[in-house]
């Protein structure tokens, strides 16, 4: 009898619990319940999870140059039984083994690298798309050995491999430098002991007529974010006590007294200031506007004013030499300048073409672009500045220009992080795209690209894909419009607040 029938005889309502599903149930018992018994209510992953598992998969791919002769196990098929018994066989080839399955007592658990050891014994190695060994690798793992172990393999070694976060690619990339491993034997084995019992509670939870009825909490988005997020959130009102600025655990403690709203607050509850504005403005339905602060914001800006906002992408393995894992690489950038009260803003762009680095043009044009004096105002300016410091630290003969820039540059996050300006509507956030619409009933509508994150997955994708030359040419129009609304905004934004607080002499 195969393990498949072998678990249905055994009475499981569910055939399997695979490593996947089993991370599932560790984090959520509703959202294990679901993917057994309501599965089409559990949303397919969007399009920047699947981007994340696109880059696990590109990692995985790197990591298997590490183990030459290995054998890839049953890549496209997906009968379980089929599956099984092919890695039983691949076994006895004593290579290394990618994807290898193994089912034991309800569990299903398909490893990335089973890699021979002495006569008889396997390592077995986790590869993460991380920097770090998590607690959650630890659960996957210690699962995976608990299944290799009870289907008769007998494990010498567990083996988290991560990505080295000190990498820096010089040439083509380097498997054995990207690559850190760490020896988890002994937690492993430790977490193991304890798979058996929480299996069994698992399958009491897929058993149930009905989901257990859990509260949301932190678990929702730790480690992973939930599937079911949103359709167990949606119970919440509009200014919610989680859209607390800073407040989320002492949000979900107010959920646990039966408190939602923002306005329903009690008194005995110490809010910081900017709690308070945001429960103020939940009571009265009414903006916050702190004039005199704003002004005094306002009049710090010296024209010619310089609007400017970059998009940037970073992946695991780096595209070019002298990155690190991770880092981020602008690649385009919009500038509205406007050089006197009331002028007509200017417009210079930047977007990349071509599959090289494109650090050194992008840093030539806008070194061209900005003016040498003038306020340069980006929103959330530390994210620019960071950019720019990498960017000197790769090529720094423009380190000296950098230095006349940094100090006159103005962050426009400022009195909206500082609740200087407050709209309901903002819940909670001081971000660019909660604050421009809230503010100036302006917004991204309209655009086909409309965050970053699409931003960064779109030019990726016709920059280093192979797509036509009119996709290509429509996306980038899209990247265009989608940076170029962004410097708009924070001039839509800084006009807003003049009319706020009236008229101001400026620079």
């Known amino acids: 009898m195969s393990p498949l029938r072998r678990a249905q005889a055994a009475g499981y309502s569910a055939p399997f619990i695979s490593k996947s599903k089993f991370l599932w149930g560790l984090q959520c018992p509703k959202l294990l319940w679901h993917a057994y018994n309501a599965k089409h209510l559990i949303p397919e992953p969007g399009p920047q999870q699947q981007a994340v598992f696109d880059q696990g998969h590109q990692v995985g791919e790197l990591a298997k140059q590490l183990y030459p002769g290995g054998i890839e196990i049953a890549e496209d098929i997906t009968d379980l039984d089929k599956v099984l018994a092919l890695s039983k066989q691949a076994l006895n080839e004593r290579r290394p083994l990618f994807e290898a399955a193994f089912a034991?007592?309800?569990?299903?658990?398909?490893?990335?690298?089973?890699?021979?050891a002495g006569r008889d014994e396997w390592d077995v190695t986790e590869v993460?798309?991380?920097?770090?060994?998590?607690?959650?690798?630890?659960?996957?793992?210690?699962?995976?050995?608990?299944?290799?172990m009870g289907a008769g393999l007998k494990i010498r070694r567990c083996l988290v491999m991560h990505i080295n976060r000190d990498y820096v690619r010089q040439g083509t990339v380097n498997p054995a430098l990207f690559f850190a491993k760490e020896d988890v034997t002994e937690s492993i084995m430790k977490l193991a002991g304890k798979m058996q019992d929480r299996l069994q509670e698992m399958f009491g939870v897929i058993r149930l007529a009905k989901h257990p009825n859990i509260r949301i909490g932190p678990r929702c988005d730790d480690p992973y974010p939930c599937p079911l997020h949103d359709s167990c959130w949606e119970f919440l009102p509009p200014n919610n006590v989680l859209d607390l600025y800073r407040g989320t655990?002492?949000?979900?403690?107010?959920?646990?007294?039966?408190?939602?709203?923002?306005?329903?607050?009690?008194?005995d509850i110490k809010l910081t200031t900017c709690q308070a504005i945001q429960k103020q403005v939940a009571v009265s339905g009414r903006r916050h506007v702190n004039k005199r602060a704003i002004a005094k914001f306002l009049r710090g800006l010296i024209h010619p004013l310089h609007f400017l906002d970059f998009e940037t992408f970073a992946t695991a393995i780096p595209l070019f030499d002298g990155l690190r894992p991770y880092q981020q690489v602008p690649f385009q950038f919009s500038l509205h300048i406007v050089r006197t009260p009331g002028a007509e803003p200017e417009h210079i762009k930047f977007l990349a073409q071509g599959r090289h680095d494109p650090r050194p043009a992008f840093m030539l044009k806008l070194r061209d672009g900005i003016s040498r004096t003038g306020s340069i105002i980006a929103f959330n300016a530390s994210f620019e500045l960071g950019r720019l410091r990498e960017c000197c630290e790769a090529m720094p003969n423009f380190s000296p220009w950098l230095k006349g820039v940094e100090r006159r540059v103005v962050d426009l996050l400022v009195p909206f992080k500082s609740f200087h300006y407050y709209h309901p509507d903002q819940r909670g956030s001081a971000s660019m795209k909660a604050v421009l619409p809230a503010l100036t009933g302006k917004g991204y509508e309209g655009?086909?690209?409309?965050?970053?994150?699409?931003?960064?997955?779109?030019?990726?994708?016709?920059?280093?894909?192979?797509?036509?030359?009119e996709e290509r040419r429509r996306v980038r129009q899209q990247l265009e419009a989608y940076c170029g609304r962004d410097t708009l905004g924070m001039i839509w934004i800084l006009d807003?607040?003049?009319?706020?607080?009236?008229d101001l002499s400026e620079g």
């Open 128 to 148: 993460k798309s991380t920097t770090e060994v998590k607690d959650v690798h630890l659960e996957d793992l210690a699962f995976q050995a608990f299944v290799c």
């Open 104 to 116: 034991f007592n309800g569990g299903y658990a398909r490893a990335d690298i089973l890699n021979p």
């Open 496 to 502: 807003r607040l003049r009319t706020l607080v009236g």
């Open 249 to 267: 655990k002492k949000g979900f403690g107010l959920l646990d007294r039966g408190i939602t709203s923002l306005k329903d607050i009690p008194g």
């Open 447 to 469: 655009l086909a690209i409309q965050e970053g994150d699409t931003a960064s997955r779109e030019f990726l994708r016709v920059t280093f894909c192979d797509v036509s030359e």
